[in-house]
């Protein structure tokens, strides 16, 4: 699964940096990410079933990996924050 994510992660970030009038990745901008992000999440929160719950947290991370992408912010370094790792701020 890490690697299927690692894969996904480094497709986008490809896209990103050699954007192509057909891809859809390249050509969200920072504003029309924040509304899709903003979107999904509301979606996802009202999904009634399993299989709604399944495609709308499928679409928020393919947007939130994007974003991710976008601000160079690597997975690793989400991964961390969520292990708790040395670099993360305090949370009180």
Known sequence: ??????????????????????????QLTRKTLREKIIEEAGELVEAKCKEEIVWEAADLFYFMNVLLAKEDVSLEQVLNELKGGEEAPDRQ
């Open 1 to 26: 699964s890490y690697l299927l994510i690692n894969e996904l992660f480094e497709v986008l970030k490809e896209r990103i940096e050699n954007p192509t009038k057909k891809s859809y990745t390249a």
